[in-house]
C-alpha cells in the first residue's frame, strides 16, 4: 500500500521556521521524483520545490527560491522542506507528491493527505 505521510506543519510567526517531512511507503521511493506543493484556500494546487529521485537537481517555485529547501533521503525514505522567513503568503496546505514518468507520459503519481501550514502576521 503507497503511503505518503507529511508532517511537521503548524502555526508559526511571520519570519519564522518549519520543516515538513514526508515519510514514503509501499514503492521505490528511490526512482521517483519527489516533490511539494501547497494549496492555499480558493487557490489551485501549485508547485513549491521539486527533487529528482538521486537528489542531483531540485527546482524551487519563483515565491520559495532563497527561502526553502528541498532534499531527500533515499535510505530513510523521506524527503524534507525546509521553510524559513515564512510568509502570511505561504499560508496553506502543504502536499507531499512521489511521481514516476517524464513530463509527457505519467506512470504513478502519488499524494499525501497535506499538512497545513499556518503563518500569522
Known amino acids: 500500500q503507497v503511503q505518503l505521510v507529511e508532517s511537521g506543519g503548524g502555526l508559526v510567526r511571520r519570519g519564522g521556521s518549519l520543516r515538513l517531512s514526508c515519510a514514503a511507503s509501499?514503492?521505490?521511493?528511490?526512482?521517483?521524483?519527489m516533490s511539494w506543493y501547497r494549496q492555499a484556500p480558493g487557490k489551485e494546487r501549485e508547485l513549491v520545490a521539486g527533487?529528482?529521485?538521486?537528489?542531483?537537481?531540485?527546482n524551487y517555485a519563483d515565491s520559495a527560491k532563497g527561502r526553502f529547501t528541498i532534499s531527500r533521503d533515499n535510505a530513510k525514505r523521506t524527503v524534507l522542506l525546509q521553510m524559513n522567513s515564512l510568509k502570511t503568503e505561504d499560508t496553506a496546505v502543504y502536499y507531499c507528491?512521489?511521481?514516476?514518468?517524464?513530463?509527457?507520459?505519467?506512470?504513478?503519481?502519488?499524494w499525501g493527505q497535506g499538512t497545513q501550514v499556518t503563518v500569522s502576521s
Open positions: 507528491n512521489a511521481y514516476l514518468g517524464t513530463t509527457v507520459v505519467p506512470l504513478r503519481n502519488y
Open positions: 527533487i529528482t529521485s538521486t537528489g542531483s537537481s531540485t
Open positions: 509501499g514503492f521505490t521511493f528511490s526512482i521517483y521524483a
